[in-house]
């Protein structure tokens, strides 16, 4: 998008900045005024308003943080003194005036405006064919990375559970991204099909009749061995027909309403997990779901074990590294269905869907079962992830499957940028890998910062709350807010975020 | 029978609306219209603001269930009336003619209409999908087409040649639409970005890409320049001649009324005024003092207008 040569008259920069007409496009171009001025009387404004603001809150906090009451031994309250902290507030909040005064909040100080991709977004587009194979190699390598850079197997287990945390909310962003980001309905209750998948399996595995069956027919331990690569496409369909399930009273709300109705599908989904206690053991959850096998080899120190079957030294490791490249194959195929079927006229009826309903219908699709498809399917991923989540953790109980998840989800899809699998990914990444990162804040622990009674990871929510603001006010549309188009015919250009909808619900 | 009444006496009907009413609560935006749209020709329904035309757009594409009448389309030629009244008594929304096979629109959904009857409309207020290009436009409106075989075709899920085969004969035709258009050179832009003429003309050709026997043009012309306006009567014509598609429009632009339509309508709050050739129409007294002008010297300067 070519701008209009206007940006050479700055009225901020002038002497008054009031007067609009010669701001306006076409007023015949004024030499550049002279800065040195305007530069003094900035900087001197901005100490003025700093120090302004730093008294400001010392006043306000004198009283608030300042005194403190405490207890000494069984006597009467005492009062403490804290004016060097209420000092050190004041002193924060005067130095960050001063920046931003002289950066951000500078009178004068050139404001792009977001017309057509942004910079960042173009060169993400550039990027976009090498980011893809690049994300999915390093996702590869990553454990063997964690190996050595950890120095051995059993050290690296942190950092290849983190890699399979990581993924879990990968592939549901994913699979979220389905719902939201391409049909543009607003689900709040999505942790509901993680919760169908994980249940699914973990009542089947610990099913004694099913166990007992298996066993009847292709010998004992066949249902332990086998019962995960069973169970995964069974939950996956489970989840996607209670993906229709749900899809059929919120079809005809939009917006707040879809919102409020899919997140009470979530709540109901939980309480009925709680409260079903003859089916689901209620609160108590359900244990001894049996460990994932490597395609009926168990992972164990026996001789039929897999690391006696292939030669290696038994090591638990082994169960974890290959549950990570189980969750990375399914995220993969998430990945994959998902472009795949942005291509197919299911997934532009999606993305239709989410640009204008009535148009749609004027042009014969049916958008009911066009939204009924986006739920299953994005629900039959859930579903996948669930089982996953069952056999990783080899305990299912309702408090897995709280709003809180179904929030985090969601989070990951908004930030990420809506419809941009890259986007999401790098998302998930920031959210769940940030979050878990933030409990290694030690450092503050020093002695000249917050003593050794500070526990940082007691301020991981705060932080990350603060994070998303700061990503929204920065990239209101998500990370990768541009949408790329499904087919081209010359070249593949970008759409802005500031065409694309959002959807209605 | 009013979907044999004399006007259309001599050519096949393609719509017949019969005693068409339609009622908002105590408002009646449609009162007892009754018209018949001829195949082959361009058909105008005109009238003041607020005299129903949008509304019997609705009702005949589905977004409206009518309070009351009849709304029957007819696929390869005309049916008797004996057939016409077999179907409506049947209770189903259609059934085989001799000539081919007849569809009562008032008991089909909306997006049946547009699929089963093939009946395509535009907007008013131009809705394009604007995230979405100009050729991911026009491969939308190929939906019904391309999930022939299912919503989640193997074929296509796979991408085994059979599908690309598909594909390639509706990225064919949408072509051949962006060429009618001339949109070629912005195929990859977004929808959005176009300048409002050529999102008229876009939205008509998404709409002719669902393969339309009846094409429902909702003020095609408004906003319009009167370079634009002439391209749109030009690929109006050309729709109507290359094409099996016979056309139904709203319109307040009398030089594209007079010019391109063979049949006009006329409403006046809900009800139907005249109905007949553009000549016969433009010299009705009803029309003259309810739409073209009140009193008759300023009848006389809209008729200049119009081009009597």
Known sequence: MVQPPVADLKPEALPNSDLPATGLPGAPSLPPPVQH????????????????????????????????????????????????????????????RLVLNLTVWRRGREVKVGEGPSAFATLALKAAPALR??????????????????????????????????????????????????????????????????????????????????????????????????????????????????????????????????????EIIRLVLINWVSLTNGGAGISSIPPISFFGVPFNATDEGFAAKYGLDFDSMHRIIFLYFVILALAALTALVTIRLRQMPVGRAWEALR?????????????????????ATGAMFGGFAGAFFAVRVRFVSPESFTFMESAVILAIVVLGGMGSQMGVAGAAILLIGGMEMLRNLSFLKADFLFGPDFDPSLYRMLIFGFAMVAVMVWRPRGIVSSRLPTIFLKERKAVSATLVKEGHG | MASLDPVAGAKTPILAVDHLSMRFGGLIAVNDVSFVAARGEVTAVIGPNGAGKTTVFNCITGFYKPSAGR???????????????????????????????????????????????????????????????????????????????????????????????????????????????GLMERADDPAGDLPYGDQRRLEIARAMCTNPVLLCLDEPAAGLNPRESAALNELLLSIRRDHDTSILLIEHDMSVVMEISDHVVVLEYGC????????????????????????????AVVEAQVGA
């Not at chain 1, 979220?176 to 249940?199: E, M, P, Q, T």
């Open chain 1, 133 to 266: 194979p690049a994300f999915f190699s390093f996702a590869i390598a990553y454990p063997f990375l964690a190996i050595l850079l950890s120095g051995g197997l059993s050290p690296s287990r942190y950092w290849v559970d983190l890699g399979i945390y990581v993924l879990t909310y990968v592939m549901l962003g994913w699979g979220l991204n389905i719902v939201v980001g391409l049909a543009g309905l607003l689900d709040l209750g999505y942790v509901a099909f993680y919760a169908v998948g994980a249940y699914t399996f973990a009542l089947l595995s610990t099913s004694v009749p099913v166990n007992d069956f298996f066993a009847g027919h292709l010998g004992e331990g066949f249902w332990t061995a086998w019962s995960f690569w069973l169970c995964l496409p069974v939950s996956g369909l489970l989840a996607a027909f209670w993906g229709v399930i749900l899809g059929f009273p919120v079809l005809r709300l939009r917006g707040d309403y879809l919102a409020i109705v899919t997140l009470a599908f979530g």
């Open chain 2, 272 to 299: 139907k005024i005249a109905d007949g050739t553009p000549q016969e129409v433009r010299t009705d007294p009803k029309v003259i003092a309810s739409y073209l002008g009140v009193e008759e010297d300023e009848a």
């Open chain 1, 37 to 96: 001025q305007g530069a003094s009387s900035v900087i001197r404004g901005a100490f003025t308003d700093a120090i302004v603001s730093g008294l400001l809150t010392g006043l306000l906090l004198l009283p608030l943080v300042g005194f403190r009451a405490t207890e000494s031994g069984s006597g009467p309250l005492g009062l403490t003194y804290r004016f060097g902290l209420v000092a050190v507030f004041a002193g924060i909040v005067a130095v960050l």
């Open chain 2, 71 to 181: 709304l029957a389309l007819f696929h390869g030629g005309a049916a008797t009336p004996q057939e016409l009244d077999a179907v409506t008594a049947s209770g189903l929304s259609w059934g085989r003619t001799g000539a081919g096979s007849l569809y009562l629109l008032e008991r089909l959904p909306d997006h049946k209409v547009a699929s089963w009857a093939r009946v395509a409309r535009t907007f008013q207020n131009i809705r394009l999908f604007s995230g979405m290009t100009v050729l991911e436009n026009l491969l939308v409106a190929q939906h019904m087409s391309l999930t022939s075989a299912g919503l989640l075709n193997p074929a296509a899920l796979l991408n085994l040649p059979s599908w690309k085969r598909q594909q390639k004969g509706a990225m064919d035709k949408a072509l051949y639409w962006l060429h009618q258009i």
């Open chain 1, 355 to 375: 640009e204008d309903e009535i148009a749609c219908r004027s042009l014969g699709i049916n958008t009911t079962l066009t939204k009924l498809t986006a739920f």
